[in-house]
């Protein structure tokens, strides 16, 4: 939905990018298979690395060549199959989208942000049939931040603790057995979410600025010295928890993506 989380392709090994176009192309070929070609828009780097994450926690790298239905004339590529994994992101990626998009229309009126809701509206109530737990935490956080939003919250910690709950709690549902690892990866989306809140926040406070809507940034009057220290805070512990993981499988790509995707991303961000 967002877009942070990614890997340093700079420092991707041949074939940890392999591996990641994988599971891009997989979680791709995923959406349109449940939800239908629309949902494929809405394919987001950010649940990918859900799935990867989900994938090397269960040990799992099912993969084969399959070809591109939007390209024809390409030759097939490695494509991750679909499993409870990928299933699990791509529920995510829907409910977040979804709902994502029915806040943009309630808080600016926007008309595109209207029709692509609508066009959602079948696979968000087939993806809430799958993930009730999820659905509410997602329709429920997206509240309580647009609410934090209406207000025009002057703290930063507010509204990106708000979304970090709506995170971690998103991922209750999450096949994973392990109880170690449950534990873990909920303090990891927790510290993620906060992460990816914060830093879009700073990403767009010129855009909001320009638009007159709600940015914390803005109504705390808070400078770049306190955006990286956040950043570095959240992400810091977003680590920390990430290596509490018994990971079995996509350890190099992962790594990758959470120590030096993200800082990367801090350092882009933070010019």
């Not at 977040?96 to 968000?124: E, Q, T």
Request: glycine residues 6%.
């Amino acid at each position: 939905m967002y877009g942070y989380i990614q890997p340093n392709q700079d420092e991707l090994k041949i074939r940890e990018y392999a591996e990641y176009r994988a599971y891009y192309c997989g979680l791709c070929k995923c959406l349109g298979e449940e939800y239908g070609e629309i949902a494929r828009n809405v394919l987001s780097y950010d649940c990918t690395f859900i799935a990867l994450l989900l994938s090397g926690l269960a040990g799992t790298d099912n993969v084969q060549k399959r070809r591109c239905v939007y390209k024809p004339l390409s030759k097939p590529r490695l494509t991750a199959v679909a499993d409870d994994m990928l299933r699990f992101a791509a529920d995510m990626d829907v409910l977040l989208a979804y709902y994502k998009l029915d806040d943009d229309w309630r808080d600016d009126k926007n008309p595109a942000a209207a029709c692509a809701r609508l066009a959602l509206r079948n696979a968000m109530k087939k993806a809430a049939n799958r993930q009730p737990e999820m659905d509410r935490a997602i329709s429920c956080g997206l509240r309580e931040l647009g609410e934090l939003e209406k207000a025009n919250c002057p703290e930063l910690d507010a509204p990106a603790d708000a979304f970090a709950r709506m995170m971690k709690t998103a991922g209750l549902s999450m096949p994973i057995e392990n109880r170690g690892d449950r534990i873990a990866l909920s303090h990891t989306l927790y510290h993620l979410g906060r992460w990816v809140y914060i830093i879009d926040a700073w990403d767009d406070r010129e855009k909001d600025k320009k638009k007159g809507s709600y940015n914390p940034f803005i109504s705390s009057g808070a400078d770049k010295s306190r955006a990286e220290f956040l950043l570095n805070c959240s992400l810091n512990e977003a680590i920390k928890a990430y290596q509490l993981l018994n990971i079995t499988s996509h350890k190099g790509l992962l790594d990758n993506i959470i120590l030096d995707g993200c800082p990367a991303k801090n350092r882009k961000v933070l010019g």
